[in-house]
């Protein structure tokens, strides 16, 4: 086998292990409520009042979220969708 094949054989075995391994990197994450930082958050929030990363207004806001280490949220002091949507719908229930 001539070099130039040797490197595209070993570009192409880099490339399929690296596409196989994305998923099971992915499993291994859960959002964090409540720790993102403003400018910070990973995609839209809880309320729906915006769509994107990086559109936080606040930091530390329960609507927003970041993909962290499954298993550390509770440790950053974050909270789980279900724990956020229930301090969101008190904060609103306290407006009322």
């Given at each position: 086998m001539n070099?130039?094949?040797l490197i595209a054989a070993a570009a192409a075995s880099l490339l399929s292990t690296l596409l196989v391994?994305?998923?099971a990197v992915a499993q291994e994450k859960e959002?964090?409520?409540?720790?993102?930082k403003?400018?910070?958050n990973d995609c839209a929030n809880l309320s729906g009042t915006h769509s994107c990363a990086g559109q936080a207004k606040v930091s530390?806001?329960?609507n927003e979220w970041k993909y962290v280490a499954k298993g550390t949220c509770a440790g950053m002091k974050g909270m789980t969708a279900d724990a956020a949507k229930m301090k969101a719908k008190s904060m609103m229930?306290?407006?009322s």
């Open positions: 070099q130039r094949a391994a994305t998923p959002k964090c409520y409540g720790i993102a403003a400018g910070q530390d806001d329960a229930d306290k407006k």
